[in-house]
Antibody
Framework: EVHLLESGGALVQPGGSLRLSCAASGFTLSSFDMNWVRQVPGKGLEWVSHITSGDGKTFYTDSVKGRFTISRDIATNSLYLQMNSLRAEDTAIYFC?????????????WGQGTLVTVSS | DIVMTQSPLSLPVTPGEPASISCRSTQSLLNSDGYNYLDWYLQKPGQSPHLLIYLASNRASGVPDRFSGSGSGTDFTLRISRVEAEDVGVYYCMQSLTSPVTFGGGTKVEIK
């Protein structure tokens, strides 16, 4: 069974850093495009970042470019999101999501999410 | 960026009755490969979102056939032929034709 489990969310001060992890099971993570999507509690969904299978090309929403880095580790079958220079507006639940592997980016498996709170 | 607009924002429904949600994009989502890069997701209360419809009209694995997606270009519709109590939650459309991927604001479906 395909499963994603995020971890690493925490309370962090503005300007601080955090690394989120997403452990995959039931499939080989590097064989699929992967994503991070965030959601302010009670609000809508916002795509954050994408990494392609194979060559590992990365994409980011403008508000996190230069501050966040998506990566993956084949040995641990895990996805990561390194978040630096955190701001209050980065406060959200962060979901990792697996791409279906067809035309376009369709997210066919989501983790349960991990909460990041940026506050002094 | 492509802006996705859903309507209505809230949809009270009666079990057994049909329901539909509209999603419009500021640019055509029809790719040169002939597919519309438009998905529908449902986020049930207290849960993560899950995929319902991909490429505008294809039901994801395990999705009941009472759900259907239609549309092309900039106008799309999600239909539920007969609403069941378990269908409550927030429905989102999402485009992936161009980066950044963008979501609609969501439509909250609740039972009357």
């Amino acid at each position: 069974e395909v499963h994603l489990l995020e971890s690493g969310g925490a309370l962090v001060q503005p300007g601080g850093s955090l690394r989120l992890s997403c452990a995959a099971s039931g499939f080989t993570l590097s064989s699929f495009d992967m994503n991070w999507v965030r959601q302010v509690p009670g609000k809508g969904l916002e795509w954050v970042s994408h990494i392609t299978s194979g060559d590992g090309k990365t994409f980011y929403t403008d508000s996190v470019k230069g501050r966040f880095t998506i990566s993956r580790d084949i040995a641990t079958n895990s996805l990561y999101l390194q978040m630096n220079s955190l701001r209050a507006e980065d406060t959200a639940i962060y979901f990792c999501a697996k791409d279906k592997g067809i035309d376009g980016w369709s997210f066919d498996c989501w983790g349960q999410g991990t909460l990041v709170t940026v506050s002094s | 960026d492509i802006v996705m607009t859903q309507s209505p924002l809230s949809l009270p429904v009666t079990p057994g009755e049909p329901a539909s949600i509209s999603c419009r994009s500021t640019q055509s989502l029809l790719n040169s490969d002939g597919y519309n890069y438009l998905d529908w997701y449902l986020q049930k209360p207290g849960q993560s979102p899950h995929l319902l419809i991909y490429l505008a009209s294809n039901r994801a694995s395990g999705v009941p056939d009472r759900f259907s997606g239609s549309g092309s270009g900039t106008d799309f519709t999600l239909r539920i032929s007969r609403v069941e109590a378990e269908d409550v939650g927030v429905y989102y459309c999402m485009q992936s034709l161009t980066s950044p991927v963008t979501f609609g604001g969501g439509t909250k479906v609740e039972i009357k």
